[in-house]
């Protein structure tokens, strides 16, 4: 009943969201242009350039995809001729073709607000199996494989109907089954409470899937591993009787895996001493994969009994191989060299999301934390200084990025973050100190002006672990975590660190933390034991008990609209878009931006759809021509 729920209220949001975007000129949401625009922007962990790369017998490794934006998950059609991958150039991770026979842009085979990766080809060229959220959750999904129709994505099928995750499809040779790796019997039964990630089983890993196969049309799923595991990315041998997969089912590295077609016979392919990902099979049989290096990625293989491991690629950075059985041509994904390093804004992760009152610009930024100024033309973050193991520096820039200037250096290179740039008046408060640090640790919150004056130590070490300010919209008032009385809980203070009061309290659980406070001041959103609560203010004191606003765990980050009735949030409520592994190494590849009123007459609404981890949104208005 609870994950039926769920699943339902992710569908209400897809829907609400869908609506919004393709209403009618009569809606609310078709007078687009009468409606106030606004931008949220947030911290992205994504990876800063993936490219595909095409290796030929003879030939240096070819660049086939150039868009800024991330490209990945690619393969091949059974003839050669295409290759599909995903790219997240239009603002969400979509299916895109290259024809290879005839070089030209690539045609875009799938849109809308919703994520759709992992394609795999049917046997007979004429199907797509993908990954897909449209439907509320990552699902496994099949369509017809059109470039000459943009239509054809709407066509799509939902095949898994799972409330849980289902990931990474691969075919049978034969066409008649489908092998996935999926989440759905790794779930607690109390996991909706849990706060964070769950341990799951012996394996230790943080995130657990297993090995299933079903019928084309999605019936009959059969697990073929329990493990208790983070097993996934199955692959097919070319004779269909085995199955490669990746697992880290002894603990430690990954291995690649091999086990007959109906789940017997499961044995390790690789040695334990290297980190291997992402089987697929070569045109010779041999297994291939991805061997994880201190700073990227080389394609190894192996014969199919295990012997004979060699090297694929050379220096090129390369992962997520997949072939051409004709010729043997491989499609792997690498980082640009020119690109190497994240720039300010994050390509790819801007989009555009309409509400029934308000237009909102959605901007993914390669930075921790965020404020942006009255008129919505600055931003202020913490950034790094050469040699740094942390951003120790608050710095003023475009919106792009550009013009920085540093307003505020850290004393002794300790970490500045969590920032708040008061609406209505030129003040920016932030936390100085370590993040995560145990309750009895120095951690301060300064105050700074945009041009640099006036920094100012507000609790100067004297009132243990501080952070998280947010500004009241005058710059008057400033709510914040602290550990001052022994365990984590929200205050109230001026902006010149004078009359602290207390507006959570309590034993040292629940943990309350990452408040934000309204623009009229009369209310505070504040995060407890992962959960979001809101608490009405009178006169700057509490009035009544916190109200419970959003009990998905872990739910986090709040920021109030700029007028105070919506809240925009980070929060696992979509949980995994791919296998955990494959998300770049993320704490949180589960993390991503939603907005929700907040008199709760809607379900949220989510603004981010990919596998990365999304969190820490600021919201401001956009600046005026």
Not at 118 to 125: C, W
Not at 407 to 422: L, Y
Not at 476 to 490: A, C, L, N
Not at 547 to 553: E, G, I, P, T, V
Request: net charge neutral; aromatic share 10%; with cysteine.
């Amino acid at each position: 009943m609870l994950l039926s729920a769920i699943r339902s209220a992710r569908l209400f949001c897809v829907l609400a969201i869908a609506a919004a975007i393709h209403g009618d000129a009569k809606s609310p949401a078709g007078q687009a242009a009468d409606l106030p625009r606004e931008r949220i922007v947030y911290s992205t962990r994504r990876p800063a350039n993936w490219q595909l790369y095409l290796f030929e017998a003879g030939s240096l490794p070819k660049q086939i995809t150039y868009d800024p934006a991330l490209s990945y998950d690619a393969t091949f059609s059974p003839d050669g001729r295409w290759v599909v991958f995903c790219s997240e150039r239009s603002g969400n991770p979509h299916l895109y073709a290259i024809d290879l026979i005839h070089p030209g842009p690539p045609k875009q085979l799938t849109r809308g607000q919703f994520m759709d990766g992992a394609p795999a080809f049917t046997p007979d060229g004429k199907s797509l199996l993908f990954v897909s959220d449209r439907d509320g959750n990552a699902d496994i999904f099949a369509m017809p494989f059109r470039t000459d129709d943009h239509r054809s994505g709407k066509e799509a099928r939902n095949l898994t109907h799972n409330p849980h995750g289902d990931f990474r499809p691969a075919i049978s040779p034969d066409g008649k089954t489908i092998a996935f790796s999926s989440d759905r019997d790794n779930w607690p039964a109390d996991w909706i409470a849990r706060p964070g990630v769950y341990d799951c089983g012996p394996s230790k890993s943080t995130y657990c899937a297993e090995i299933y196969v079903m019928d084309l049309n999605g019936s009959s799923p059969r697990r073929l591993t329990r493990l208790q595991a983070m097993s996934g990315s199955p692959a097919w041998s070319r004779d269909g009787r085995t199955l490669y997969f990746c697992s880290d089912r002894d603990g430690g590295s990954f291995r690649v895996w091999a086990m007959d077609s109906d789940g017997t016979q499961q044995r390790p392919l690789t040695p334990k001493d290297i980190s291997a990902f992402s089987p697929a099979v070569m045109l010779n049989g041999r297994i291939a994969f991805a061997v994880k290096k201190p700073e990227s990625f080389q394609i190894m293989s192996v014969a199919a009994d295990g012997s004979v491991l060699r090297l694929e690629t050379g220096t090129q950075d390369c992962r997520g191989p997949a072939f051409d059985y004709h010729n043997g041509r491989m499609v792997c994904i690498g980082e640009a060299p020119a690109s190497r390093g994240p720039s300010f804004l994050a390509p790819g992760a801007h989009n555009e999301i309409r509400l029934p009152d308000r237009t909102l610009e959605v901007q993914g930024v390669y930075s921790q934390f965020c404020s942006t100024s009255l008129d919505g033309r600055k931003i202020v973050t913490a950034q790094w200084s050469a040699g740094e193991s942390g951003p120790t520096r608050l710095v003023v820039s475009d919106l792009d990025g550009s013009n920085a200037r540093e307003i505020f250096r850290s004393p002794k290179n300790a970490t500045v973050w969590a920032m708040s740039w008061a609406h209505r008046t030129d003040l920016i408060a932030f936390t100085v100190g370590p993040q995560f640090a145990p309750d009895d640790a120095v951690v301060d919150i300064w105050t700074v002006r945009s041009d640099g004056l006036n920094p100012t130590n507000l609790t100067q070490g004297k009132f243990r672990n501080n952070a998280f300010p947010d500004l009241t919209v005058d710059g008057k008032e400033i709510v914040f975590r602290s550990t001052r009385d022994g365990s984590k809980q929200i205050y109230l203070m001026n902006s010149d660190g004078t009359n602290v009061r207390p507006i959570t309290a309590g034993p040292a659980k629940p943990v309350n933390t990452m408040p934000a406070i309204s623009p009229k001041g009369d209310m505070i959103a504040f995060s407890s034991n992962y959960q979001i609560y809101l608490q009405l203010l009178n006169d700057g004191k509490p009035d009544g008990g916190p109200r419970l606003f959003q009990k998905y765990s872990p739910s986090m980050h709040s920021r109030f609209s700029p007028d105070g009735r919506w809240i925009v949030f980070a929060s696992r409520r979509g949980w995994l878009n791919d296998e955990a592994p494959l998300s770049n190494g993320n704490d949180q590849p589960y993390g991503e931006i939603f907005v929700q009123p907040v008199d709760g007459s809607s379900e949220p609404i989510r603004l981010t759809d990919n596998k990365w981890e999304d969190s820490v949104p600021c919201w401001g208005v956009m600046p005026q021509p």
